[in-house]
């Protein structure tokens, strides 16, 4: 009786525990995110205790749920990507602008306003998954159309050439730029010796060296940078004709780049530094966009260019064929989940679609085994095309079957070619004209395993390179060169590199080598090396103006403005300004000694939103430092304040400094008494009827991005 009665009060306090477990079947049925399950969908009943031999007892190996749940944790980790291991994507959409139906039979670039859905993985290279963005490093910029022909593959880097010529010397040239293998270091670097051996004896990366010391290599954001397609690929249209072609991707926010000093600095501030911008911009609905250019050009006049197409360290000047835009390019979603999107994508420059094809460049056919290869390992098996981010939008029919991770259930007992029983009928695939067809190209030759001699010049475009340079961007590459060499500890290679460089540019090889500690730089001994085939063409042009990153410019829009400021400032001329660079999409943050409110000179309170320690000026891309006697005599006193702008000053970012905040500059000495300000600084006062003109005069400043001329930048220590 006594039991009864127990379980007769329990049954009217909880109600009927069959009724109530219906309750909560179906409550989970609706509602699944109200509760946890194991990985076969059986609910938790708790996630905070594994289960015990008595309250203070050993644990049980019974428990499979603590068992799945740290078994899964344990295996949470994939190896990550030999190569462009860090990277950040988006999902968004490419769409045509111009037809192209006499160059290609590909369906997405047929019809204007065609939208194609693209997901695109920008990277850097030599890096692990968790090293810094903004590292001197090239960097990928990977595209995945989604046509309804199949997943179309563009699979390019932020510079139109590479390091080497042939695949064969991939593996030797990630080895020696990697972290040397006996003691793992550095970290996302080239500055080291193994590189530098390498390079020091591979002519044929000079032209690529000019780029990777230059200011591309350190990109002010991904939005801002250019892609390339590097190789030469083929079109094919519908009647089976051929034309070259090479890929442009042209940011609309033109292209620009950090300081070296500052992209160090960066590296440790903020080592997210391009994945949060590229995130941030696309969250706050700013869609970053490129335009599609392309560079058509038929085999025949290929063939007189005076070099060959098919070697990739050489580019093809747009001042010889320009640039055809097409299409456009949109990134305008964040992904969900970073490991289901982006790092289980899998690229791979093989994924063509029927009219793109590819060129004999052997670097290319390389990388053609290469990427699927790779997933196989990192990726777990050969089933990846199944994973969500990696399916083709259009039907997937094949009788491949099986293996590690097949996610699909294919149906019916047929997995062979040809076949009667899938249908009743004979289904035999003939090799119809509507399937991927290579192009014919008509190939009789002695298989040779040696280099063609029309990719022997190595240095012409080089020299073209620095020559096509403004004199800052020239100053850039030779501290670059000589921040690099001085961290090779064998002075030999450090001599082979000037050497060799004597063949690019004599003034460049003798300025490198100043402050390295070797001899002159001399050519000769650099020809008299083995491998070196030192012919060098002569230069197609004397300089190609699109090469260079300076005359760029382009909006402001998203660039950011640091407003310094304390107690006692005068908001006039700030509030116009302030205004002004909002109109055309800057962002504007104020920063200061402490958060909270500050009191202005009229009695106003301003609102801050950083300070001066939690967000640095490397941060920034301009600093406007309004006036009032008190708040630049306090920030005067500030060693925080007055190291971020002299920061921002030798990073030569444009500065507005009005009224009494000018003297912070002057008593550093960066502003002569007489005499042009340093280019980029604007000095201004709080006089109303000029207040608008200095907006605007800001505004064109910031637009041209870095005034990399500014005297005394020298003076200022880093
Ligand atoms: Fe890659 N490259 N690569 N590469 N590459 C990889 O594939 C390889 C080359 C590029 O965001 C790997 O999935 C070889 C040139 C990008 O997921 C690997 C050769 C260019 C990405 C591989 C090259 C690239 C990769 C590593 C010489 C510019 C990142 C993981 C024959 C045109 C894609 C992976 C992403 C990734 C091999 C040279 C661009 C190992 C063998 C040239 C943007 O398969």
Redesign the pocket.
């Known amino acids: 009786m006594a039991t009864s009665r127990t379980e007769g009060s329990r049954k009217s306090k909880a109600g009927d525990p069959v009724a109530n477990r219906q309750k909560q079947l179906e409550a989970f049925t609706q509602a699944p995110e109200n509760l946890l399950t194991t990985n076969q969908g059986v609910v938790l009943p708790d996630n905070h205790n594994s289960l015990k031999a008595g309250i203070r007892g050993p644990s049980l190996l019974e428990d499979f749920i603590l068992r799945e749940k740290i078994t899964h944790f344990d295996h949470e980790r994939i190896p990550e990507?030999?190569?462009?291991?860090r990277?950040a994507?988006a999902h968004g959409y490419f769409e045509l602008t111009r037809p192209l139906v006499e160059y290609t039979k590909a369906d997405f670039l047929q019809e204007v306003g065609g939208r194609t859905p693209v997901f695109v993985?920008?990277?850097t290279?030599v890096g692990s998954r968790g090293s810094a963005d903004t590292v001197r490093d090239?960097?990928?910029?990977?595209v995945k159309f989604y046509t309804r022909e199949g997943n179309y593959d563009l699979?390019?880097?932020n510079m139109p050439v590479?390091f080497?010529q042939?695949?064969m010397?991939?593996?030797d040239?990630v080895h020696a730029i990697k972290p040397e293998p006996h003691n793992d270091m550095p970290q996302a670097s080239s500055a080291h010796d193994t590189f530098w051996d390498f390079i020091s004896l591979m002519p044929e990366s000079s032209h690529m060296l000019m780029w990777l010391m230059s200011d591309r290599a350190i990109p002010r954001s991904y939005r801002m940078m250019e892609g390339?397609?590097?190789?030469t690929f083929r079109f094919v249209n519908a009647r089976g004709v051929s034309h070259f072609v090479k890929f442009h991707w042209r940011p609309k926010l033109g292209k620009h780049a950090l300081a070296w000093d500052e992209a160090q600095k960066i590296a440790g501030k903020d080592p997210d530094f391009h994945r949060r911008d590229l995130w941030e911009a696309i969250d706050g609905g700013d869609f970053p966009e490129w335009e599609l250019g392309l560079q058509l050009i038929d085999e025949e006049r290929a063939a007189k260019l005076g070099f060959d197409l098919l070697d990739?360290t050489k580019l093809l000047p747009e001042e010889i064929v320009p640039v055809l835009p097409v299409g456009r390019l949109v990134l305008n979603r964040n992904p969900d989940n970073f490991f289901s999107e982006v790092e289980q994508?899998?690229?791979?420059?093989g994924h063509v679609v029927p009219g793109i094809d590819f060129s004999n460049d052997p670097?290319?056919?390389?990388?053609l085994?290469?990427?699927t290869?790779?997933?196989l390992s990192?990726l777990g098996g050969p089933n990846f095309h199944e994973l969500p981010i990696n399916r083709g939008v259009c039907p997937m029919h094949n009788f491949q079957r099986d293996g590690m991770h097949r996610m699909t259930i294919p149906r019916g007992r047929v997995s062979y070619e040809p076949n009667t029983l899938a249908n009743g009928s004979e289904f035999r695939v003939d090799g119809g004209e509507n399937g991927f067809q290579s192009f014919a190209e008509a190939l009789e030759s002695p298989k040779i395993r040696r280099r063609s001699p029309s990719f022997d010049d190595h240095f012409s475009q080089a020299a073209l390179f620095w020559n096509s340079q403004s004199p800052a961007e020239k100053e850039h590459i030779i501290a670059a060169f000589q921040f690099e060499l001085s961290k090779v500890e064998v002075p030999a290679i450090r001599q082979r590199i000037v050497d060799n460089l004597a063949h690019v540019d004599g003034r460049l090889a003798r300025k490198v080598a100043e402050p390295l500690g070797i001899g002159p730089p001399d050519a000769r001994s650099a020809a008299g090396r083995a491998g070196f085939r030192a012919a060098s063409a002569k230069p197609l042009l004397e300089s190609a103006p699109s090469l260079s990153m300076e005359a760029g410019g382009g909006p402001i829009h998203t660039r950011k403005v640091a407003v310094l400021m304390a107690a006692g400032v005068e908001l006039g001329a700030y509030k116009v300004i302030q205004q002004a660079l909002q109109d055309v999409g800057a962002t504007v943050k104020v920063v200061a000694g402490h958060l909270g409110f500050i009191a202005s000179s009229s009695g106003q309170q301003v609102a801050i939103d950083h300070t001066f320690q939690n967000m640095p000026s490397v941060m920034f891309d301009a600093v406007l430092v309004p006036g009032g006697a008190a708040s630049a005599q306090l920030m005067m006193k500030n060693g925080d304040a007055v190291h971020f702008l002299l920061e921002a000053f030798k990073h030569c970012k444009p500065l507005c400094l009005i009224g009494e905040s000018a003297e912070i500059l002057r008593r550093a000495g960066l502003l002569p008494e007489e005499g042009p300000t340093p280019a980029g600084v604007l000095i201004g006062t709080n006089e109303p009827t000029a207040r608008l003109q200095l907006a605007q005069d800001f505004i064109a400043a910031i637009a041209r991005h870095r005034h990399w001329m500014r005297a005394h930048i020298e003076q200022v220590p880093a």
């Not at 390339?228 to 190789?231: D, K, Q, W």
């Open positions: 990507r030999v190569v462009h291991a990277g994507a993985r920008f990277s290279v090239v960097r990928g910029f990977a699979v390019g880097n590479f080497i042939d695949a010397k991939f593996p040239l390339f397609g590097v190789h990739p994508v899998a690229f791979h420059p670097l290319l056919q390389g990388r085994f290469s990427y290869d790779t997933q990192r």
